[in-house]
């Protein structure tokens, strides 16, 4: 898919939300902006909503042609984007412990394996946590293309509209379980693949219709400007839900709400007929690109600073927040101009020699 800038500002809203929650770490950013911060865990969200749009969308249209799913090329394309630079800055955790933003790390393998989102103790390992919805992400490309592939080859829409169906009710009624037991609300609603998969569904929805219904996507484009409002709408009645996140109701009912409005954005972004779609921010376009890079190296970046800033009391306010963004975009660009982009290269040529590949084999055999 081609770049668009709706979708380009809405990653960008969605790392600079994230790491501004991240502020807690050195205390938070003080009135009147700490509103703002305090819900920018959502930003999660918004990651998850877009990656299931651009994923679904990635492995729905060959299948929407009739043509195979090529399941190596796929895994091959996930592991040059994700592995490069997740690795180098697990490296950094593991061989600088005085680096970390918190002393407690999980084990590296829960790292390597993805497997940290399910076996987190967060009250004593708070290192390198934020890698948690890294694993959601990992989880969601080893599986979905296989659930696309038998669902395409049944091509049953009340086959599709079932399963989204069970994967909300079971979200439902595994986080509705975890409220009412007491459960550890991070380490069983918050971090867990198994409850945390709304965003990703509403994307991969979104993909769906804009493939297998392109007049109902016209007709969602062609009102690209109600569509945002009411998922702003949406996503204020989720922040409004979420006053306390461990709530019943939040808990249970708040991801689908949220999700369901972030799509809403999503939809509207991904076109250019309305506001959002033809936003073009200054600067955004380069966030989005390093956006991957930003958010696995932010907290390196916040803890050093801090650090600094210990020695230096008389820099605070305005002079110490920008000594923090300019540390997190140096920290996010290096990793990715470094490590991310020169990986994404790569990829690229082994793409072109494998397409060149094809063609000289298919002439052969003519």
């Known amino acids: 898919m081609q770049r668009l800038p709706g979708l380009d500002l809405l990653r960008a809203i969605a790392i600079v939300w994230v790491m501004l929650f991240h502020s807690w770490m050195i205390g938070g950013l003080g009135a009147p902006f700490q509103p703002v911060a305090d819900y920018g865990w959502m930003g999660v969200d918004l990651f998850f909503v877009l990656s299931g749009y651009l994923i679904g969308h990635q492995l729905l249209e060959p299948l929407s042609r009739g043509a195979p799913l090529r399941f190596g090329a796929f895994y091959l394309r996930r592991a040059f984007r994700i592995l490069p630079a997740f690795l180098a800055v697990l490296a950094v955790y593991l061989l600088f412990p005085a680096w970390r933003e918190a002393p407690g790390m999980q084990p590296a393998w829960q790292f390597l394996t993805f497997t940290l989102n399910l076996l987190i103790d967060y009250r004593h390992n708070q290192a390198f946590s934020h890698a948690w919805s890294l694993c959601v992400e990992e989880h969601f490309y080893l599986l979905f293309p296989l659930l696309a592939w038998g669902l395409a080859r049944r091509s049953s829409r009340a ?95 708040g991801f689908p709400l949220l999700s369901l409005g972030l799509a809403l954005l999503v939809a509207a972004g991904a076109g250019t007929t309305g506001w959002l779609g033809r936003w073009r921010v200054p600067g955004a376009g380069w966030v989005a690109a390093i956006s991957y890079s930003l958010y696995l190296s932010h907290k390196l970046a916040i803890h050093a600073i801090h650090g600094v800033l210990l020695r230096w009391p008389a820099v605070h306010g305005l002079a110490a927040f920008a000594m923090y963004a300019l540390a997190i975009a140096a920290t996010g660009a290096l990793l990715h101009y470094a490590v991310e982009r020169p990986f994404l290269r790569l990829r690229r040529r082994l793409a072109d020699a494998g397409s060149r590949g094809i063609v000289e084999a298919q002439a052969e055999s003519a």
């Not at 991070?186 to 991969?204: K, N, Q």
């Not at 769906?208 to 949406?234: K, S």
Request: net charge positive; aromatic share 12%.
């Open 159 to 253: 086959l599709v509209a079932s399963s989204a169906v069970l994967v909300v009710a079971a979200g439902l009624l595994l986080r509705g379980y975890a409220s009412l037991h007491g459960k550890d609300w991070l380490e069983s609603i918050y971090y867990p693949t198994w409850t945390r998969l709304d965003g990703l569904l509403a994307g991969v929805l979104l993909a769906a219709i804009q493939i297998y219904q392109p007049d109902g996507w016209t007709a969602l484009q062609r009102r690209a400007n109600p569509l945002a409002c009411a998922g702003l709408l949406l996503v204020g009645a989720a922040i409004w839900l979420f006053r306390d996140k461990t709530a019943f109701a939040a808990s249970v009912f």
